[in-house]
Every structure is written in C-alpha cells, then in structure tokens.
C-alpha cells in the first residue's frame, strides 16, 4: 500500500478510513464507507472532525437546500462527484484484502447518490442541531434575527463574552462563520445603543436636551431595523456575503453611533453638545449627515433656552444642562454680581468663553433693568421667531447674539447715566471721597481743627455733620446736585485706646438702588481707606503749614526778645522743612502722576463702555491702580508699614515737639514783655537760666528727632528702589533728587 495523498487527501485520513473498514464485518462497511464520503468531503470544506468516536467520524451533513445552489467552475470547496468517485477508486485499489474490493465495488452507485444527497440537503432551512452543520441560509436566517437583537436558533447572546456568537454544539464553514460574525456585531451594537437608551430613559434629571438625544438616536435604530425587517422578506434571495455587502453602510454608521453613545456615557445638557460638536467634523459624508440630524434634533431645547434667555432674561432649567445657572435666593442688590453664574462644564465647545459672558450679560442685563430699575419689559423684549435648522450652532448663536447684546446694554449704560446719574457721581466720588474738591477740602479741615483734636472718645457724629454742612454751603460744593449732597455724610471708624479724632474720622458715600451695582459695600471700603491715607497726608501738610506760619510769626516776636531762641528755631524750622518737602512730593505723585492720570483714563472709558460689565472692570482697575499709587495693596504692604512709620514721626514731631517749642516761646516772649521796663533781680535770672535749660532739652530732642526721621525716610527710599515698578523707582528719585539722604552722615 503506496502512503500518498489522493488528490487533497491527507494520508492520516486514508489509513484511518482502510483501519475502520478491515475491523468491521460485511454488514456494517456500506455504512462506514458513507461515514468516510461524508468526512473526505466535508474536510476540503474546512469542518471540523470529531475524532472522539470510535466508530468513525462524527459529522453534520450539509442541509438540502444545497441543491440548487450554481456550483463554481473554479471553487476550491466542493468536490465534483467525478473526482470524489475517482480518488476513492483509486484509494481503494491498493486494499490488499478481497472484501475492501468488494466494498468499493457495491459502493459506486451507493456513492454517487449520497454525494447527490448531500449536495441536495445543502440549501435547507432545517436540520438537526445536535453536533451537526449547519448551512448558510441558516445562518443567514439568524443573522437577520441577531441583527434586529433577537437571539436566533445557532446564534444566542453570550453574557460572559458579551457578544453574539455560535452556540457550542454547531459547527459551520470557517468563512461563513466569519462573515455571521460580522452581521452579528451589528447586533452587538444595536444592543449597546438600546441599553444604553433605556437607561437614560429612566433618568429624569437627563433633561430636555438628554431626552432630543435618545429621540434622534432611537430614530436611527429604528431605520436600521425597519430596513433589516425588509430584507427578511426575501432572506432566501441573500447569502451572507450580500448581506454583509448589502448593509455595509449600515455598518459604518452603526459602529460610529456605538463611539457616540459610549462617548456620551456620563454626559448631559450642554457636555453632550460638546461631544457631539466634536464628532461632527467627521469627512465621512454618511457620518456626517447622521451626525448632523442628531446634531440638529439635539440642540434644538438647547436654542429654546437660549432664546427664552437672550430676549426674555427667562431662564428654566430644571435638569441643570444650560450653561447659566441662577440662584434665586440672591437678593436684588446682589443680582448683577451673585444671582447668575457660569457653569463651564456646561459651556459647549463651538461657544467661546468671551461669547459664552456676552450670552449672559443680555439676560442679566434684561433681568437688572426689569427688577432693579423697574424698566417695562415691553421696552426691550424680542421674542426670536427663527427656525433651528442646520448643525452650525455656532452661527445661529451669533445672529441671535449681534441682535440683541448692543441694544440691550446700550439701553442699560443710558438708563444708568440718565435718569440714575451715575457720572455726576462719579464726578462726586472724585470731588469728595478723593479729596478733588480743593476749597471744600481746605474749608472743611479749618473747621474740623477743634474737633478732630480731641479725643476720639469725644466726639459726636452730629457735631461732625453739623460742621460738614458748614463746609458745603460755604464754598462751591453748594453748587453740586443736591442728590449727590443728600449722599455725602460723615462716618467714624471703630475707636483705639489713644485714638484722637483724626484717627477715627472719615467721610462717607451712600448710594442706593442700581447704583450700589457700581458702588457697593467692598467698593466703598476701598474709597474709605483711600480716603483715610490721602486724609493724614493732607492733615500733615495742613498742621506743617499751620506751625510754620505761628512759628514764623513768632520769631519776628522774640528776635530781640528771646535771642537764645535763635539756636532751636531754625533747627525746628529745618526739620520741619524736611518733612513739608517729604509730603509736598507725596501729595504731587499720589495726585497727579497717579490720581489726575488713572481718572483720565476712567473717564475716557466710562463714556466709550460697551455693556456695564466693561465699565465696572474700568472702576474696578481705577480703583486697583490708586491702591497701588497709595501703597495699600498687599504686595506693598512693607512699603507701606515704612511710610506709616515716617507719618508717626512726623505727627510726633508736630504735636510733641514742634508745638511745644512755639508754646514756650511764645509763653517766655509773653512774660518777658512784662518785665521789660523792670529790673532784673535773681528770681529772673534763675528762670531763664531754667529757661536756657528747657531750650537746650528741645535742641537735644530735635537732633533725636531728626536722626530718627532721616533714618526713617532712608530705609523708605531704599525698599522704592528696590522696586520692579517704575513709578515707585521715580518717586524715590523725586523725593531724594540729590541724594540728601543717600549721602547725609547726620
């Protein structure tokens, strides 16, 4: 017996079908040779073979539908009847025994039926399942069912694998097999979506535009059965190869629909605009136009809330998908700064973060002129009459945006400069709060000299409001409008222990209704403590001044009176030289390279502000700036702590030095003047050797004053030129210009 393959044969297959033959008897080899037909045909179709069975083996005959099935000329994967009949014969021939040749020879026409048979039951819809093939209508069949995710006869959904797939007991063709693999993860991904359908369907904090979503989607499941459902109609005209063809489109759209819902997982409201913004830009023109129906369909509760937004200040959002949300428990006076926020999860992707506040400025805007300043809503209410169509939200947005942002905050700046007169008090705010007003400034610490000198403790605001009306109708404040007097009142600060009346008193601004928009409770403490720092430097120019002028007239008192004055006066003069020059050039950079030119800028901006957003960020970096320019912002605070310490000397130097000085003076001169046509006896000469004593304490006391002082001012200049900021290395070149200080071995 020659070991050769027949034909594809393998040689395995020949021995095992010659050692089935000899062992069995006469009856049961017509049997056995069927069994052996079956098994070399079945092999060239790539079945897989049971060897598990002694008897021979275990295989599933291909259905009868198989008969009317065309044969190709050039198939690898059926065996004609002519070659089958001829590699068997010639297989058979090298049978040594008698039987074997018998057996071949009864077996031709009992052959050529079977293969007859076979071919036959090939195309049939029903067989027997159990550890058989199956055909490939079959599969068709299933596959139609699996693609609608209805678990079929051979393809059943397996939950460990999470797929469809053959069940364990069929056997099929390994290209066929792939093919249903293929039609059946249509089916996988029909599943996914539906599950993941009815699962956001029973949410209901999902919301309007979560709900747009499960519709659209819901209709692209539904056309993809409707369109399977039609092809079971006449399933027998497919095979799996024109099925796959035939829904490959369907394919392509299913698996991106699964990316979209696997992507929208933990979305809701404006996120889900996002993701799907960010899938529309798919060059597939079948994606596309799936993308864009969703788009559309999706976005349309998105454009209905906008719109009821922009043009009502309406806002409606039970589910929290709008980008804006409101906190209704905000009181009026709060609305423009806490009422309304953005929520940036929520801000989709085709809207910038700039277009994203335009949007919520017109509906704050409309919400503050209808509930603050009590503007009839029919005055600026648009309703939008626009179909929502097209997946280009971005431009449906911006049409409705240019429409309706100018209008309404035009509206708003003229009601607010108009009938509420917000730059005449803005002007007052300058004139008063920022010590603008020059008479009215000068005027009004003339008359407060009394009091503010007093204890803390001591005073009385009425007494103090009482002297500030003084003030107003005695120079050209008079003139101002009378709302903006009604605002202008006196305000005491909480009193320290050794606190005097410059140390707690303050003017203060009120203002009410849309005004306290602009000027609210932060924004006022921040005029207050401008306010209190230009105060003291002004209070220190204003008591300088005041000494020197009685010091100057008292020295032409004394010239000839009280010679020995002459060695502590102009000593005290000198200081006190050097402390009005210090605050001269303060006072001249605070109020012109600082003040006089942020407030030209406020100015320029507040006329040329688009919405009230723009104008409060033009008060708020005025604000920010005089801040900066007056050492008061935390960055500065060492800068600061410095110059304080340098008024402390300065007031020490004119309240406990200064001004005693002049006091005895003027008390010595007073006393002497009386005993001029007298004669001088001991007593007088023991007082003014006590006299001369007293002066040269004050000249020691000076000296002290001044060493510490200058040592003050040098440390001040010192941290300005260490500073990264150009005005503040200018003023300390100002206030030492010639390096008095820089080169000063006092």
């Known amino acids: 017996m020659k070991n050769t393959i027949i034909g594809s044969v393998p040689v395995y297959l020949q021995k095992s079908a010659k050692e089935t033959i000899t062992r069995l008897e006469d009856g049961k080899k017509i049997r056995h040779l069927d069994s052996i037909l079956e098994f070399i045909y079945y092999f060239k179709d790539g079945a897989d073979i049971d060897h598990s069975m002694g008897d021979g083996p275990n295989i599933e005959p291909r259905s009868e539908s198989t008969l009317t099935k065309p044969m190709s000329s050039n198939s690898t994967s059926y065996l004609t009847t002519n070659n089958l009949r001829q590699r068997t014969s010639m297989e058979f021939e090298e049978m040594d025994t008698t039987d074997e040749q018998t057996v071949i020879q009864k077996s031709k026409l009992e052959e050529s039926m079977k293969i007859n048979t076979l071919r036959n039951r090939e195309h049939s819809l029903f067989g027997p399942t159990q550890g058989k093939l199956i055909s490939e209508a079959q599969l068709v069949r299933d596959c139609i069912f699996v693609m609608q995710n209805i678990e079929g006869h051979y393809i059943r959904w397996n939950e460990a694998n999470q797929k469809f797939q053959l069940v364990n007991n069929v056997k099929c063709n390994i290209c066929d097999e792939s093919m249903a693999n293929k039609l059946a993860f249509l089916g996988f991904l029909v599943r996914q979506i539906l599950e993941f359908h009815d699962v956001k369907s029973n949410d209901e904090k999902y919301g309007m535009m979560g709900n747009a979503l499960l519709l659209s989607i819901q209709a692209e499941v539904h056309a993809f059965v409707q369109e399977v459902g039609f092809i079971s109609i006449d399933q027998s005209k497919f095979t799996l190869k024109s099925l796959n063809l035939y829904f490959a489109s369907w394919s392509t759209k299913l698996r991106f629909l699964g990316y979209l819902v696997f ?65 209704l428990r905000v009181p009026v006076e709060a609305l423009w700064y806490k009422r309304y926020r953005t929520n940036n999860a929520m801000i989709p992707s085709f809207l910038k973060p700039t277009e994203a506040q335009k949007i919520l400025l017109i509906g704050k805007s409309i919400n503050f002129l209808r509930e603050v300043c009590h503007q009839p809503l029919s005055d600026f209410m648009n309703p939008a009459e626009e179909s929502y169509k097209g997946a280009d939200l971005n431009a449906q947005i911006m049409h409705r945006i240019d429409e309706t942002y100018e ?97 707690v008193f303050s003017l203060d601004y009120a203002v009410t209704g849309p005004l306290l928009t602009i000027f609210p409770r932060d924004v006022m403490k921040q005029y207050i403590r401008i306010f209190n720092f230009l105060l003291r430097a002004k209070r220190m120019e204003y008591n300088l001044n005041h000494r020197w002028g009685r010091m100057m007239s008292i020295a032409k008192s004394v010239q000839h009176i009280l010679p020995e004055m002459k060695q502590v ?96 003076g003027e008390e010595e001169c007073n006393r002497r003047k009386c005993l001029f046509k007298r004669e001088i006896n001991d007593d007088e000469l023991e007082r003014r050797k006590e006299f001369q004593q007293k002066l040269t304490r004050h000249k020691n006391k000076l000296g002290t004053v001044r060493q510490t002082y200058q040592n003050m001012v040098r440390d001040f200049l010192s941290g300005l030129t260490r500073s990264s900021e150009t005005n503040l290395r200018c003023l300390s070149w100002r206030l030492d210009f010639n390096n008095f200080y820089k080169d000063s071995k006092f």
Request: with cysteine; net charge negative; glycine share 4%.
């Open 263 to 327: 992507n929208l997982t933990e979305k809701k409201g404006g996120e889900i605009l996002t993701v799907l913004n960010t899938a529309l830009h798919h060059g597939n023109p079948v994606i596309h136009e799936m993308y864009s129906n969703i788009v559309t369909a999706t976005s349309r509760p998105f454009m209905l809330q906008m719109d009821n937004w922009i043009y009502e200040g309406k806002l409606y959002d039970p589910n929290g998908e709008f980008f804006i949300s409101a906190d």
């Open 407 to 503: 209008s309404t905050s035009a509206r708003l700046l003229h009601v607010m400069k108009t009938e509420y007169k917000l730059m005449i008090h803005f002007r007052a705010m300058r004139n008063y709060m920022l010590l603008g007003q020059g008479d009215f400034v000068h005027y009004l610490l003339d008359v407060l000299q009394s009091e503010l000198i007093k204890p803390a403790s001591s005073l009385y605001k009425r007494n103090l409001s009482e002297q500030l009306i003084t003030a107003i109708q005695c120079t050209n404040a008079q003139y101002d409008d009378e709302e903006v007097l009604r605002s202008l009142d006196v305000r005491l600060h909480e009193i320290n222990p050794g606190d005097v009346g410059w140390d």
């Open 569 to 664: 006066l102009p000593l005290a003069s000198l200081i006190a030289a050097e402390m009005s020059f210090f605050v001269n050039q303060l006072q001249y950079y605070i109020n012109f390279e600082i003040l006089e030119c942020s407030w030209a800028i406020l100015e320029d901006k507040l006329h040329n502000s688009k919405d009230l957003d723009e104008l409060i960020a033009a008060h708020s970096e005025f604000l920010q700036t005089l801040y900066d320019g007056c050492f008061l912002s935390d960055r500065l605070w060492n800068n600061l702590k410095a110059l304080r310490s340098i008024f402390d000397q300065i007031v020490r130097f004119e309240t406990k030095v200064y001004r005693v000085i002049l006091d005895d």
